[in-house]
């Protein structure tokens, strides 16, 4: 009755397991591609809209680590289902950090100026985890080899909201914030640049800032989000530029919305 009663177990213990085989496999969708560089495979699953999983495994078929991308797929085109566009399915291998190491770069939003993509790291053992404050970056740039990633934005302040008849009171601003690691692999805000109209005096500040190396609490925090890193920055240097002299500092391009 044991011997009958435990072989019913194993039967069911097979048969789950196969099952949960099957819903993995189905949540991860289809088998795109399989990469192969410096003795390890790189095999990808998902859809035509993107990688949702990726396998690692050493020279020797000895599985080294599992990425999974739990975030929505939400826009752009979607690849070539036969791979023939060549774009890996969004899937990227590039030392972002400058360790020696590649890290893994997933798309998630196609969509221009609206660009997304999860950054898991490679700890030297190829195992990656993702670094979730990179994630959450709105259009972030990437892989010019400076060991650096940054993101650019705009933003519109009123200190006097327009009125009919009455021009509003705004200050304008477009700001670059770069991104980096320190020696033991923290994230941290390193730099940045922001310039800054004020509509009441039809004036511009170049700003730059710097990252505050002064407190030596941030040395060994990585930060979460984008405010974290920006509070990691402080003044630099102040430059007061009239509207024409805006060519002579590389902003030549810059309008302000006067809404």
Known sequence: MKKRFFALVAVLICVFSFLWGL???SNSGNMLKEIQKDGVTYRLYGYDTGVRRVTVTGNEGNALCTVNVDVNMNGGEPYASDGSDGLDF????????LDG???IVITTCRVKNKEKYCFFMNDGKFVFTEESALSALPSPVFGDGSGKVSISYHRLNYEIEPTPGN???????????SFGWDKEGKLHGMSGEALIYYSENDVYCLVTYVRDKESGEKENVSVTDIAGAEKELITDTETWIEPNRLAEYGYERFKPVNP
Do not use: A, Q
């Open 101 to 103: 190491d590649d890290d």
């Open 167 to 177: 021009p509003p009171n705004y200050v304008e601003t477009e700001k670059k914030v």
């Open 23 to 25: 819903c993995s496999c």
């Open 90 to 97: 969004g899937f990227m291998l590039t030392d972002i950090d």
